[in-house]
Structure formats: structure tokens, C-alpha cells
């Protein structure tokens, strides 16, 4: 039952060999209680190649050194925040060490049973607009004492400089007029002044599954942390469309300004997501292309006064 097909398709540069016989040797070495259990690569992120282990497992390992860095971040704090999650979240179930042949932490958690929806695939399923909507509100309402800062919880104007060059690098590629006007809306609008509250801050999606049209679980937590939660609105363009972007806008309660800042946020990640996969992910690049399609064909909407 081990698939021990060839190691998956590198996306990035620093990235190490990673298949099924490292997977093995790693479990082996660290946690020798499953290391008689099948191993079966699944697909993989941009972040973490995942093998299945078992029935009820999955290993994850991240592929650069940036992804690294998130391990710690979910196995100090999804403890914490998941009791308060309406939605099932991942369950970490060992902390892995560098090895030498992989020079970085990795992770065994619970594996979730769930269908990854495509991007814009839900125009009119008001019941996953409303369960989006009842995760972002749950995770806002959180204690934030101690938390961290969101990998995104910076203000869009640090972003100002990455993201005109991602612009002017995708000129001829997508509106390049559209989305200056889209950006400099969004720096436009009025600045989060409120105290941070926690935000998932990558509702795309790879990161969330669901089962039979409801929304059953949220994962990949390696943005998670304080920030504007205009950051969470970003499934609005990634994952929605039509009458349910509307359902998830009144749901989730966003003002005019929230929901301007909310579009930033998803044509800067966006902007950089085809730029950065264009020549390396396919799929990646075809997402990033939808949403900025998304945004840019909505750009002159009125909005509602809140």
C-alpha cells in the first residue's frame, strides 16, 4: 500500500527531496509506533507536501525554510484556538525533528475527510457563504491576549511597494489600468483601528474542505495570528461568487470599508500568487488569475452604506 512514486514536483528553489522513503525513515526514527503504517503521498501544497499515514493520519512536511517556521506556530496555538471554532481544524499529534537528510521540523496531525472546493465554484449555496461567514466571526471573537501577528497583519499600505511591482510585471497579462485602480481604492479606505483580532488569513481554496456542500473543517493555520480581519474577507473573490458573495457580505457583517480593504488584500495575494507560480504551478496560477479576474470585474460596484 506505500506509494513510492517520485518525489513530487519542486515549486521552489530551496526545496528538498521529499518522497514516501523519507516519510518512512523520518517515522521510523521518531515515531516508531507508526512506522509499520502505509504511507500514500496526497496532493500536495505550496507549503507542505502531505502523505496520508494510516486510516486517520497525515504527515505533513514543509517544502522551504519560510514554511518551516509556521510549524511551531500551529502546535502552540491550534490547541488553543480550535475549542472556540465552530468548524473542525487540524489535531497536531507530533512535533517532528530535522533529520539528515531533511533539515526542518515536521508535523503528524489527525487527517479531516473533506472535498477542496475550486475557486469561484459557489455562486449560490448561501449554507457555505453563511458557514465561511460563521467560522471568520468565531475566530474574530477569540481571546487575542498573547497572541501573535498574522504572517498578513501588517496594514495593505506596507504592501503598496510588492504589490505595484507585481502589476507592472503582469502588464499585458491581466488590466494592468483595472487593478492600480483596485489598489489604490483599497490603500484608500479607512485604516483598522480597532485592536487586532485573530484571523486565519489564507481562506483559499487548498485550505478549507467541505462534504456535501457545507463547509466541514479549515486547515493549513501557518497565517494565523492578529490582524485586520479584513484579511478573512479574501474568500468573497477566492471561494465565492455571485448571490453567495453577497451572503457571506451580510453574514459577516463588513462594512464599506472592511470590504474595500477585504478586495485589496485578495488582489495583492493575488498579484503575487501569479506572479511568483506562473511558470511553476499550473493550478496555482490559474486561482490567482480567477480572483483577479473576480475583483477586477466587480471593481465599479456601489457599495452598500453600512
Given at each position: 500500500m506505500d506509494a513510492d512514486t517520485p518525489h513530487a514536483a519542486k515549486l521552489h528553489a530551496d526545496e528538498p527531496d521529499i518522497d514516501a522513503s523519507l516519510v518512512r525513515r523520518l517515522l521510523a526514527a521518531q515515531f516508531p509506533r507508526w512506522a509499520d503504517l502505509p504511507v500514500v503521498r496526497v496532493d500536495n501544497g505550496t507549503s507542505n507536501a502531505m502523505y496520508r499515514l494510516g486510516a486517520?493520519?497525515?504527515?505533513r512536511l514543509p517544502r522551504r525554510e519560510a514554511a518551516a517556521?509556521?510549524?511551531d506556530r500551529e502546535h502552540r496555538w491550534l490547541p488553543?484556538?480550535?475549542?472556540?471554532?465552530?468548524?473542525?481544524?487540524?489535531?497536531?499529534?507530533?512535533?517532528?525533528?530535522p533529520a539528515g537528510d531533511y533539515p526542518w521540523p515536521?508535523?503528524?496531525?489527525?487527517?479531516?475527510?473533506?472535498?477542496?472546493?475550486?475557486?469561484?465554484?459557489?455562486?449560490?449555496?448561501g449554507p457555505f457563504a453563511r458557514d465561511l461567514a460563521e467560522f471568520v466571526r468565531a475566530l474574530r471573537r477569540i481571546d487575542p491576549t498573547d497572541g501573535p501577528p498574522s504572517h498578513r497583519g501588517e496594514h495593505l499600505a506596507a504592501r503598496d511597494s510588492a504589490t505595484r511591482a507585481a502589476i507592472g510585471e503582469l502588464h499585458g497579462v491581466i488590466d494592468a489600468r483595472a487593478a492600480t485602480a483596485v489598489w489604490e481604492a483599497?490603500?484608500?479606505?479607512?485604516?483598522?483601528?480597532d485592536p487586532a483580532v485573530w484571523i486565519h488569513a489564507d481562506l483559499q481554496p487548498g485550505n478549507v474542505l467541505t462534504a456535501q456542500g457545507r463547509l466541514s473543517a479549515?486547515?493549513?493555520?501557518?497565517?494565523v495570528g492578529l490582524g485586520d480581519p479584513a484579511v478573512d474577507l479574501i474568500p468573497a473573490w477566492y471561494l465565492l461568487g455571485g448571490a453567495a458573495r453577497d451572503v457571506f457580505r451580510?453574514?459577516?457583517e463588513a462594512d464599506d470599508a472592511a470590504w474595500s480593504r477585504g478586495r485589496g488584500w485578495a488582489l495583492s495575494i493575488a498579484l503575487?500568487?501569479?506572479?511568483?507560480?506562473?511558470?511553476?504551478?499550473?493550478?496555482?496560477?490559474?486561482?490567482?488569475?480567477?480572483?483577479?479576474?473576480?475583483?477586477?470585474?466587480?471593481?465599479g460596484e456601489v457599495q452598500p452604506s453600512r
Open positions: 486517520d493520519m497525515v504527515v517556521a509556521d510549524v488553543r484556538i480550535a475549542p472556540s471554532l465552530p468548524f473542525a481544524v487540524p489535531v497536531p499529534l507530533g512535533r517532528g525533528r515536521w508535523s503528524v496531525y489527525r487527517w479531516l475527510e473533506g472535498e477542496t472546493p475550486t475557486a469561484g465554484g459557489v455562486d449560490r449555496a483599497a490603500l484608500r479606505a479607512p485604516e483598522w483601528r479549515v486547515i493549513d493555520f501557518g497565517c451580510a453574514a459577516v503575487m500568487e501569479v506572479s511568483y507560480y506562473r511558470h511553476r504551478d499550473p493550478v496555482m496560477h490559474a486561482i490567482g488569475q480567477h480572483v483577479i479576474s473576480e475583483v477586477l470585474a466587480g471593481h
